[in-house]
């Protein structure tokens, strides 16, 4: 089997396509690609989707919790637990996750609320 010559000589071959082209007349590129830094607004941003606030104090003592349903299923089981631990720890209570909903002990909706709101999540339910 003959090999086919690639490397462009004189002697048979592929051409370069690019060959004929002139760079002599085209101005200066930049030296180094311009850099887009993200503001923090920018990161806040990016929403994350739709959740919603309940307060129930059914079944619990007469002690009330702040329950986050509705969590958008794109939202993995890992990063749920993660945002669990921090409302937990922002809010300085106990909680849980149950199934696909968080549990927040104590009657704090409005602090549960800014900080999904912080968060990127689009809040819905209990403000008060």
Known sequence: MKKIDVTGGAGGGLQNPFAALETSGLPEGPSAPPTVTASPSAARAAKRGRVVLRRETARRGGKAVVVVGDIPPTLADDDLAELARQLRKSCGCGGT???????????????????LEERGFRVAGVRA
Request: proline share 5%; net charge neutral; no cysteine.
């Open 97 to 115: 996750v149950r199934g696909r909903e968080i549990e927040i002990q104590g009657d704090q909706p409005a602090k549960v609320a800014a900080l």
